[in-house]
C-alpha cells in the first residue's frame, strides 16, 4: 500500500504577473507504508521545497503551481488551511535541519516537545509526558526521566537534534519528514543520532522521507533513493541499485564526487631546514588570565605543530576541540597566554598590532563561512582591490590586471567582479574569498573550514582549485576541518586535536590504518561507509558501553579523551598524564597503551564491523 | 552548516529575472554599476523603494522642508506685522488661516515658523546623530578601555531626563538658537551613540571584520569602509526618529515659553501664544499644532517603510 503518493507536482517561485521560475519541475514518487525514502540532491535541486510539499507548505515567494500529493489517501493540495492544520497534527511531522533554531531558548524541553500534542487535543498532559519520556528512552537520550526539565542551551546539539525528533514523533504521525537532521552535527555525534533515528523508525514502523546531500547517510537510513537535480528527479531506485549500478549520469557524478582524488605522494620533509610555520608549546584561552598567565577558559594545551614551507598541515577535530582557535591565535586575533609561534625561525608577535605589514602580508586566513567573511555592500573588485594596494601598493590599471589575473586563477568569470557578494553563491563566495586571500600573495593561507558549508560537489571543485594554487604557487596550507575525507585529499601531515590537546600528528598516512590514537580511531570508524548496513553492523559492534573509569586524580595534563575512550584503563588514564608514544608510521600520539595493543585492537574492530556488514548486505540481497 | 533556507529559492529567482524583478535595493546598490539597468534618477529611485505610505510621508517632508526654505517668500505678509483688527479671526479671504491673538495673519506666522522648528531640529538630529555614531563606532574599533570610558560618559548622561536638564540649561544660560541646538542635540546624542555602539559592536565579530583585522587595517579603515556602510540603514532610520523627537522637545520648549523668543515663533510658541483661542475653536491655535502633527507623522511614514525595507534587505542578506 502507498502511504505517499506524489505526481507531477510543480512549484515556483515568484508570482504572476512577474516572470515565474519553476523550481519544482513535475516530479513523480511513491513511498510505501514503513518504508524510508531519501531524497538526494545539491542545494538548490528542490529537495526541502518537495519535502514541504508533503505537509501542503510553500516558502514565502513560492507556490504549488500544480500536481497531486497524497498522503495516506488523502489529497493534500486539496485541502483547506483547517484541514492542512489537522493534517500536521496527526499525519505528517518535519524534523528540521537546525534544530538549535527550532527550540524556543525561554521554555524546558519537555513543554515543546508535549505542544504539538496539547496544542492539538490529542492526549492528557500527564500522557504527553509519558509517552515523551518513553520517546526520550527510545531515542537513546542520557537520563529520560529528568531531561525534560532542561533548557534547550543545557543539552548539546546532537542531543537537540533528537529531542526535536521526539516532538515529531509524539502525536504518532504516520509520515516523518527528516530535512537533513545531521548535517550540521559532528562525524561523532551524528552516527549516534543517525542510529537513534533509524532504531526509533523501525519500531515505530513509520514511513519517513529523508532529505540530505549525503550520499552515505543516506545509504544507512533509506530503502529507496531518489536522486534530484534541478527540480526533477533524475534516478529514483532502491538503495542498492543506486548505488552499486547508477542509471544516470548525475548520480554517477555525485558518486564520484565523494572519492577524492589521490594528491599524490606527500612532499618529502626537508629535514634540516627552518619549517615556514613552527608552533612551540602553545597555551591560548579566553578570559580573565590570572597570575600564571593561564586564561580562565582554556582552549589549547600545550600545542605544538610544523608546516614546512609548500605542504599542507591538516587539523582535524570535533567542534569545540580548539582548532579554529588554533587559526585565530596564528592569525593574530586571539592573543596566546604561552608558547611561542615562528615564521620562518622569526617569533610572532602574540598582538596584532605589533606586527610588520610583512607579517601581515605572509598569512592569510579565510573563514568557513563565505555568507559573512564577505562585506555585503562592497563590490567584489573593491574586495579584491583593498589588498593589492595595501601590500604593493597596486592601483588603477595595474589592479584592474591583477584582479583579473586573481579570478582567472580561482576560476569565476571576469564579469562578476562588478556585482555585490549578496548576488553570488556559495562557492562562488568562497573562491573571492581566496583570492582576496592571494591578492596579498601569501606564504601561508589558514583555512578555516572551506569547503564545510559547501555541498558535495561544490566542496570537491574548492578542494582541487586549493590543490592547484599549492602546485602553481606554492603556498602552504593550514587546513582545518573536521571531515577526514577532505584532509585525506589535501593535506601531507595531520594534527588531530581533542579538548585542547594534540593527540596524535603525523603524515596523512596515519588516518589510512591502524595504530592510532584512540580518538583518531573514533573519528576514521565513525565517517558512515557508502555502504547500506554499515550502521547496524558498527552499533552492533561498537554497542558495549565505555570500560568503567574511577575517579580522576586531581592532574591538569590528564588524557582528555578518558570520558569517552572506549579502549581506557583504569588506574593508568585517570592517574597519570599520558607520555608521547612514537607509533611505526611516524607519528606521534598521546596514549597509555602499546602500539601493539592498539593496532590489534583497532584492525579487530575494523574487520568485525566489515564482516557484519557483508552479512547483512548478503541478507538484504 | 547554516546554510540560509530559502537561499536557492532567492538565487534562481536573481539568475532567471532581468533587473526588474530585483528587489529595489539591488537596483540601488548596483545602479552606478550593472550595465542592463536603465538609468533612473535619483528620486525615482527613491520613490519605487516607497510604500504608498511612504510615498504620502515623502511628499509631507519635502513639502514643509520646501516651506522652510521658501516659506518667508511666499508669505501674503510679513511675520510679524499686525494686518487684522480682528483677533483669533476665522478662515477669510485675506486670512486663510484667520488671525491671531494680535490679529497678525496666521499663514505667515506658521510659514515664518516652519524654518525655526525645521531648520532647528534638523540641525540639533544632525549634530546629535552624527556624534552618537562617531563616538559609538569609536566605542566599538578601539580598544576596550575606552569603550568603557565613553559607555559610562554616556550612561551618565543618559540618566540625566532631558527636558529637566533642557530647562535648566536654558534658565541658566538664556534662550537663543544655538543654545536650543545644543540642548536638544545633548539630549539625544546618548540615544543615538547607544545604538550605532550596539550594531557596530555585533558587526565587528563578523568575519570580514575580521579578515580585515588580520590583514593588518588600522582602526579608522574597519570603522569607515567595513563597519560604517553595513549599519547606515537603521542609523538613517534611527536619524527620522530623533527629528521627530527633536521636533517634540523644542515645541514643548516652546511651550513653555522657553524656546523660541517673541517676535520671532517656532510652532511651538505659536501654539502657545494662541492657546487663550482654543476655547473658541479659533483656526490660530489649531494650525500649527496641526502643522506638528502632521511634519511628525510625515516623518515616522518615511522611515517606517525605509526601515522595513532596511530590515528586509538585512534579513536577506544573511
Excluded at chain 1, 145 to 172: K, N
Excluded at chain 2, 67 to 96: D, M, N, Q, R, W
Excluded at chain 2, 136 to 148: C, K, T
Excluded at chain 2, 238 to 262: A, E, N
Aim: aromatic share 4%; hydrophobic share 45%.
Amino acid at each position: 500500500m502507498n502511504m505517499i503518493e506524489v505526481a507531477g507536482l510543480r512549484v515556483v517561485a515568484g508570482a504572476a504577473p512577474e516572470p515565474v521560475v519553476e523550481i519544482v519541475k513535475g516530479v513523480d514518487f511513491t513511498v510505501k507504508k514503513g518504508e524510508v525514502l531519501a531524497l538526494i540532491g545539491e542545494s538548490g535541486s528542490g529537495k526541502t521545497t518537495i519535502a514541504l510539499s508533503l505537509l501542503g507548505h510553500a516558502r514565502d515567494g513560492c507556490a504549488i503551481a500544480g500536481g497531486s500529493v497524497k498522503i495516506g489517501g488523502t489529497d493534500v493540495l486539496a485541502l483547506d488551511e483547517r484541514g492542512r492544520r489537522a493534517l500536521r497534527a496527526r499525519t505528517v511531522a518535519y524534523v528540521a535541519q537546525s534544530a538549535s533554531a527550532g527550540f524556543n531558548p525561554a521554555r524546558t524541553i519537555m513543554d515543546q516537545v508535549t505542544e504539538p500534542a496539547l496544542l492539538h487535543k490529542l492526549m492528557s498532559p500527564a500522557a504527553a509526558r509519558e509517552k515523551a519520556v518513553s520517546l526520550f528512552r527510545a531515542l537513546a537520550l542520557p537520563s529520560p526521566e529528568t531531561i525534560g526539565a532542561r533548557y534547550p542551551h543545557q543539552v548539546s546539539g546532537g542531543q537537540l537534534q533528537r529531542l526535536m525528533a521526539a516532538m515529531a514523533l509524539i502525536t504518532d504521525p504516520a509520515v516523518v519528514v527528516f530535512d537533513e537532521p545531521t548535517t550540521a552535527l559532528d562525524v561523532t555525534t551524528q552516527i549516534e543520532v543517525l542510529a537513534a533515528f533509524r532504531k526509533v523508525v523501525r519500531e515505530l514502523g513509520t514511513t519517513a522521507v529523508y532529505v540530505s546531500h549525503d550520499l552515505a547517510v543516506v545509504a544507512q537510513m533509506a530503502d529507496r533513493i531518489v536522486v534530484l537535480n534541478n527540480g526533477a528527479v533524475r534516478e529514483n531506485g532502491t538503495t542498492l541499485q543506486v548505488l552499486d549500478a547508477p542509471a544516470d549520469d548525475y548520480t554517477r557524478a555525485l558518486l564520484a564526487a565523494r572519492r577524492h582524488p589521490d594528491p599524490g605522494p606527500p612532499a618529502a620533509p626537508p629535514a634540516a631546514e627552518v619549517p615556514l610555520l613552527e608552533v612551540r608549546g602553545l597555551n591560548a584561552g579566553y578570559g580573565r588570565v590570572d597570575a600564571n598567565g593561564v586564561p580562565a577558559v582554556r582552549v589549547l594545551e600545550d600545542v605544538s605543530l610544523r608546516i614546512p614551507r609548500g605542504s599542507a598541515l591538516g587539523v582535524i577535530g570535533e567542534s569545540g576541540s580548539g582548532k579554529t582557535t588554533l587559526a585565530r591565535v596564528v592569525a593574530g586575533l586571539v592573543e596566546r597566554a604561552r608558547g611561542e609561534v615562528l615564521l620562518d625561525g622569526v617569533p610572532l608577535p602574540a598582538t596584532l598590532s605589533a606586527r610588520t605589514p610583512d607579517q601581515y602580508r605572509r598569512i592569510q586566513i579565510v573563514f568557513q563561512n563565505a555568507d559573512t567573511a564577505l562585506n555585503p555592500s562592497r563590490t567584489i573588485a573593491d574586495i579584491l582591490a583593498r589588498p593589492m594596494c595595501f601590500y604593493h601598493g597596486l592601483r588603477g590599471a595595474a589592479a584592474q590586471k591583477r584582479m583579473l589575473e586573481l579570478l582567472d586563477l580561482v576560476k569565476l568569470p571576469a564579469s562578476i567582479a562588478k556585482r555585490q557578494p549578496g548576488g553570488l553563491s556559495g562557492g562562488q563566495k568562497q573562491r573571492v574569498n581566496l583570492a582576496r586571500a592571494l591578492a596579498a600573495e601569501p606564504a601561508l593561507i589558514l583555512c578555516d573550514e572551506v569547503t564545510s558549508a559547501l555541498d558535495t560537489v561544490v566542496g570537491a571543485a574548492i578542494l582541487d582549485l586549493l590543490a592547484e594554487l599549492r602546485r602553481e604557487l606554492g603556498v602552504s596550507y593550514m587546513f582545518i576541518s573536521h571531515d577526514i575525507s577532505t584532509v585525506r585529499a589535501i593535506c601531507d601531515d595531520v594534527v588531530v586535536l581533542y579538548g585542547g590537546q594534540c593527540v596524535e600528528a603525523g603524515q596523512r598516512d596515519v588516518l589510512e590504518a591502524p595504530p592510532y590514537h584512540p580518538y583518531t580511531g573514533l573519528l576514521v570508524d565513525s565517517v558512515p561507509a557508502l555502504q547500506p548496513g554499515w550502521l547496524d553492523a558498527r552499533r552492533a559492534v561498537t554497542g558495549t558501553p565505555l570500560p568503567p573509569l574511577g575517579p580522576s586524580a586531581e592532574v591538569r595534563e590528564l588524557c582528555a579523551f578518558r570520558a569517552r575512550c572506549p579502549v581506557r584503563i583504569d588506574g593508568a588514564c585517570n592517574v597519570t598524564p599520558p607520555a608521547i608514544k612514537r607509533l611505526p608510521t611516524g607519528a606521534q600520539i598521546l596514549c597509555h597503551h602499546s602500539t601493539a595493543e592498539l593496532e590489534r585492537l583497532q584492525t579487530a574492530q575494523a574487520l568485525q564491523v566489515a564482516e557484519a556488514t557483508q552479512a547483512t548486505r548478503r541478507a538484504a540481497a | 552548516m547554516n546554510r540560509p533556507a530559502t537561499s536557492h529559492a532567492a538565487t534562481v529567482l536573481y539568475a532567471a529575472g532581468d533587473s526588474e524583478d530585483r528587489t529595489a535595493a539591488e537596483v540601488v546598490k548596483d545602479a552606478p554599476n550593472d550595465a542592463p539597468t536603465p538609468p533612473r534618477s535619483p528620486l525615482r529611485r527613491l520613490a519605487g523603494r516607497l510604500s504608498v505610505l511612504g510615498l504620502i510621508g515623502l511628499a509631507i517632508v519635502v513639502f514643509w522642508l520646501g516651506v522652510a526654505f521658501i516659506g518667508p517668500l511666499v508669505a501674503p505678509y510679513k511675520g510679524g506685522a499686525i494686518t487684522s483688527t480682528e483677533i483669533f479671526g476665522s478662515y477669510s479671504a485675506a486670512h486663510p488661516l484667520g488671525t491671531d491673538f494680535l490679529g497678525r495673519d496666521m499663514l505667515s506666522r506658521v510659514l515664518y515658523g516652519t524654518q525655526y522648528t525645521v531648520g532647528l531640529a534638523l540641525a540639533a538630529t544632525l549634530l546629535a546623530s552624527g556624534i552618537g555614531t562617531f563616538f559609538g563606532l569609536l566605542a566599538a574599533v578601539a580598544p576596550r578601555w575606552i569603550d568603557e570610558v565613553l559607555s559610562r560618559i554616556f550612561d551618565a548622561l543618559i540618566s540625566i531626563p532631558s527636558k529637566v536638564l533642557a530647562l535648566v540649561v536654558i534658565a541658566a544660560f538664556g534662550s537663543s538658537v544655538p543654545m536650543l541646538i545644543t540642548v536638544a542635540a545633548l539630549a539625544y546624542i546618548p540615544g543615538a551613540f547607544r545604538i550605532s555602539r550596539s550594531l557596530a559592536v555585533n558587526l565587528m565579530t563578523l568575519e570580514y571584520v575580521q579578515v580585515a583585522r588580520a590583514r593588518g587595517e588600522g582602526l579608522f579603515y574597519i570603522a569607515r569602509v567595513e563597519v560604517l556602510p553595513n549599519m547606515i540603514h537603521p542609523m538613517l532610520a534611527d536619524f527620522g526618529l530623533r527629528f521627530v523627537f527633536i521636533v517634540l522637545l523644542l515645541s514643548g520648549l516652546s511651550f513653555l515659553g522657553l524656546g523660541v523668543q517673541p517676535p520671532d515663533a517656532d510652532w511651538g510658541s505659536l501654539v502657545r501664544e494662541n492657546i487663550g483661542g482654543l476655547a473658541e475653536g479659533a483656526p490660530a491655535v489649531l494650525m500649527p499644532a496641526v502643522a506638528i502633527a502632521t511634519l511628525t507623522v510625515g516623518v515616522n511614514l518615511l522611515i517606517d517603510s525605509l526601515r522595513r525595507h532596511g530590515g528586509r534587505a538585512h534579513g536577506g542578506g544573511k
